[in-house]
């Protein structure tokens, strides 16, 4: 059972698993039970015969017959109306069932993965959803966590988008501006992945002179400023300024200085230091920061480099979300 909100990758880390797994040169198969009537479900799991109903016109096999010796992954899986779930509950434990309209029985070898954003528990308890079938189904349960509690991976996955989004687009992104950053490291990510992918693609598209846009307005337009965390940006900030005073050894001004590392005025940044609690003092080098992107360039906003292994384009193109 794989757990998560909405956008976390629940189906990603089912193809992870199956393609680890023995079955991985066997078929993986999905049915997002969301998506699906209600009437067609049990059709569509396990298949009918011809004339079973209105519309049955030829014999088909289900997903449970596809998936034979595979993975099948049930997505969705709280959507899963009441009537459905008797019957699934008989393949798990006996690997067999029928076709619908067919009083023969089928038998199958099938791993099967489930994934949902409910809490089938809770909906257990309301009787929303049969208790036998989640205690079946929770035999090992993965939990993947929102993007909010993992705000390191941000910068890697926005670096993944970008080189993603600039190959599909004839594209080349080679600075992000900090305010772009900061927005996106503060922000909350309702939509997790999903969302901040969606960003990325449209901040790609817009782009001009290899420069990211300023993301602010359409953070703005898209009605989530208010829950961008000030706390986390302050840190955020507060953060890139030291590690870049440590690549400087303390130089503020200067064309070798922080200031112009950080595309600000020395004025400017003297005002942030203090705004901060940053004294001006030599900073000893810290460890090396890269700074590789896109074609092995060097970023040129220092902001992008807060990770110290960065996802280049081209790698685990597996990592979009569908």
Same mark, same amino acid.
């Given at each position: 059972?794989?757990?998560g ?46 004339? /079973? ?13 596809v ?21 699934l ?46 205690y ?19 910068v ?30 503060a922000?909350?990510?309702?939509g ?9 693609? #449209? /901040? ?24 961008? /965390? ?15 005073? #440590? ?18 005025k ?15 003092? #030599? ?7 890269r700074?590789?992107f ?5 970023? /040129? ?22």
């Amino acid at each position: 059972m794989i757990l998560g909100e909405t956008g976390t990758g629940k189906e990603l880390i089912a193809r992870r698993i199956h393609s680890m797994s023995d079955r991985a040169g066997r078929p993986f198969v999905k049915v997002n039970c969301a998506a699906m009537p209600f009437d067609l479900l049990e059709s569509e799991l396990f298949g009918h015969e011809r004339g /079973a109903f209105t519309g049955a016109v030829a014999q088909r096999p289900g997903r449970f017959e596809v998936a034979n010796g595979g993975t099948l992954f049930l997505d969705e899986i709280g959507d899963m109306p009441l009537a459905s779930q008797p019957k699934l509950l008989r393949v798990l434990q006996e690997g067999e069932f029928e076709r619908v309209g067919s009083s023969r029985t089928q038998h199958v070898d099938v791993r099967l993965l489930a994934a949902t954003h409910r809490d089938l528990r809770a909906m257990a308890r309301n009787s929303e959803f049969r208790s036998d079938l989640y205690y079946r189904l929770n035999v090992f349960p993965v939990t993947l966590p929102p993007l909010r509690e993992r705000r390191d991976d941000i910068v890697q996955l926005i670096r993944h988008f970008i080189g993603l989004f600039s190959r599909r687009l004839g594209k080349e992104i080679t600075s992000v501006p900090q305010e772009s950053l900061f927005c996106m490291l503060a922000y909350d990510w309702p939509g997790n992945i999903r969302e901040l992918q969606n960003i990325v693609e #449209r /901040a790609v598209i817009l782009s001009q002179d290899g420069v990211f846009p300023d993301l602010g307005d359409q953070i703005r337009n898209d009605g989530i400023a208010d829950t961008v /965390a000030r706390p986390g940006r302050r840190y955020y900030e507060r953060d890139t300024i030291v590690k870049t005073l #440590r690549e400087t050894n303390g130089i503020v001004g200067g064309a070798r200085g922080a200031a112009v590392k950080l595309g600000l005025k020395r004025t400017t940044l003297i005002a942030r230091m203090k705004k901060f609690g940053i004294e001006c003092e #030599r900073w000893p080098r810290g460890s090396e920061l890269r700074a590789e992107f896109a074609g092995g360039r060097g970023i /040129a906003n220092p902001a992008m480099t807060l990770l110290p292994t960065p996802i280049r384009p081209g790698e685990n193109e597996a990592a979009t979300l569908n």
